[in-house]
């Protein structure tokens, strides 16, 4: 189980404070399938670094099990997102350099998990999301909907409690998108797998358990009646916050005209995006470990064969500012 208890989260940008969460209640049981939604600058994306241990909230606290986000230092974060999350993002981030089979292999490797047993498990995982005939290929050599599968499947690599997604089917056609929801249905209907998508597409969205609506860093629906009830949250904000059609952006339906998105917030997270693949240790020296060897990265050889990842390559610094804002992770 997830649960946030009162997380808030403020960013400073110069003399400016940015209050980008403020005082969020969620929880999130084992083998649900949740939806978050909300405009530019509601506050999804640091709800969504908050759940993956990519930040810790200026105040109250975010919970994985009896692990407490909020009390982590950065090497405690590094371990909480390689043991329980996997991630997968709208720009499926995969190494370009490495196949596909390698690609899915390398959390194992950060993990230590011993060569043979992650070569069986990137095997499996590959087959799991039909992609084993593909399996030596590059990503440059994948269609998006292939690389979203690999993606996948790396997300899946080291047995995660949580799946957290972010715009998965952002840079994929209707089509293909289709399938990549089906595939996430089936891991969570079918495994149990915990689903938390962020995501702007309400059709998307309806496929959920529940829809959890953000507007200005607060919860105003967290869909805890349902799929219907959720789905009906997307399609149309409550009374509370504004009737549809009242001058809200498409996609955004309800939301007040007087709501601007957070200009400072934007600017600051399009400046900071990038480093989130390393902060969940896919950093662009990743790629030399199998065309080098850990050794040279500073890893070293473990028991049964094992190898051991340097730290800096588990994301172990202290993660920056990265407040909610626009690009691939608004």
Same mark, same amino acid.
């Given at each position: 189980?997830?649960?946030?208890?009162?997380?808030?989260?403020?960013?400073?940008?110069?003399?400016?404070?940015?209050?980008?969460?403020?005082?969020?209640?969620?929880?999130?049981?084992?083998?649900?399938?949740?939806?978050?939604?909300?405009?530019?600058?509601?506050?999804?994306?640091?709800?969504?670094?908050?759940?993956?241990?990519?930040?810790?909230?200026?105040?109250?606290?975010?919970?994985?099990?009896?692990?407490?986000?909020?009390?982590?230092?950065?090497?405690?974060?590094?371990?909480?997102?390689?043991?329980?999350?996997?991630?997968?993002?709208?720009?499926?981030? *995969?190494?370009?350099?490495?196949?596909?089979?390698?690609?899915?292999? *390398?959390?194992?490797?950060?993990?230590?998990?011993?060569?043979?047993?992650?070569?069986?498990?990137?095997?499996?995982? *590959?087959?799991?999301?039909?992609?084993?005939?593909?399996?030596?290929?590059?990503?440059?050599?994948?269609?998006?909907?292939?690389?979203?599968?690999?993606?996948?499947?790396?997300?899946?690599?080291?047995?995660?409690?949580?799946?957290?997604?972010?715009?998965?089917?952002?840079?994929?056609?209707?089509?293909?998108?289709?399938?990549?929801?089906?595939?996430?249905?089936?891991?969570?209907?079918?495994?149990?797998?915990?689903?938390?998508?962020?995501?702007?597409?309400?059709?998307?969205?309806?496929?959920?358990?529940?829809?959890?609506?953000?507007?200005?860093?607060?919860?105003?629906?967290?869909?805890?009646?349902?799929?219907?009830?959720?789905?009906?949250?997307?399609?149309?904000?409550?009374?509370?916050?504004?009737?549809?059609?009242?001058?809200?952006?498409?996609?955004?339906?309800?939301?007040?005209?007087?709501?601007?998105?957070?200009?400072?917030?934007?600017?600051?997270?399009?400046?900071?995006?990038?480093?989130?693949?390393?902060?969940?240790?896919?950093?662009?020296?990743?790629?030399?470990?199998?065309?080098?060897?850990?050794?040279?990265?500073?890893?070293?050889?473990?028991?049964?064969?094992?190898?051991?990842?340097?730290?800096?390559?588990?994301?172990?610094?202290?993660?920056?500012?990265?407040?909610?804002?626009?690009?691939?992770?608004?």
């Amino acid at each position: 189980m997830i649960e946030v208890r009162s997380a808030s989260r403020t960013f400073a940008m110069g003399s400016t404070e940015v209050r980008a969460l403020r005082g969020v209640d969620l929880r999130i049981e084992d083998g649900e399938f949740v939806a978050i939604m909300g405009p530019s600058g509601s506050g999804k994306s640091t709800l969504m670094y908050l759940l993956g241990a990519l930040d810790k909230p200026s105040a109250g606290s975010v919970l994985h099990g009896n692990e407490d986000v909020a009390g982590c230092d950065s090497n405690g974060l590094a371990d909480l997102r390689g043991r329980r999350i996997g991630f997968v993002f709208q720009m499926f981030s *995969l190494m370009p350099t490495l196949s596909a089979f390698d690609n899915v292999e *390398l959390p194992m490797v950060f993990q230590r998990v011993p060569r043979v047993k992650r070569k069986a498990r990137a095997a499996e995982l *590959l087959a799991l999301v039909g992609m084993a005939e593909r399996a030596g290929h590059l990503p440059s050599e994948l269609s998006g909907g292939e690389q979203q599968r690999v993606a996948i499947a790396r997300a899946l690599a080291n047995q995660p409690d949580l799946l957290l997604a972010d715009e998965p089917t952002g840079n994929l056609d209707s089509k293909t998108g289709e399938q990549i929801i089906d595939l996430l249905k089936t891991l969570n209907g079918d495994g149990g797998m915990t689903i938390v998508l962020v995501t702007h597409d309400t059709a998307v969205a309806s496929h959920a358990d529940r829809i959890v609506r953000l507007w200005d860093g607060v919860v105003f629906s967290s869909g805890e009646s349902g799929r219907e009830d959720g789905a009906e949250a997307a399609l149309g904000a409550p009374s509370a916050v504004g009737a549809a059609g009242d001058g809200g952006h498409p996609g955004d339906i309800g939301i007040p005209p007087r709501y601007s998105g957070g200009k400072h917030v934007r600017e600051a997270s399009e400046q900071d995006a990038s480093r989130v693949d390393e902060q969940v240790g896919l950093g662009e020296r990743a790629e030399g470990h199998f065309a080098h060897g850990p050794d040279q990265y500073g890893g070293e050889h473990g028991k049964d064969g094992a190898e051991t990842a340097p730290s800096s390559l588990g994301g172990a610094s202290e993660p920056r500012n990265h407040p909610e804002g626009g690009g691939s992770h608004a």
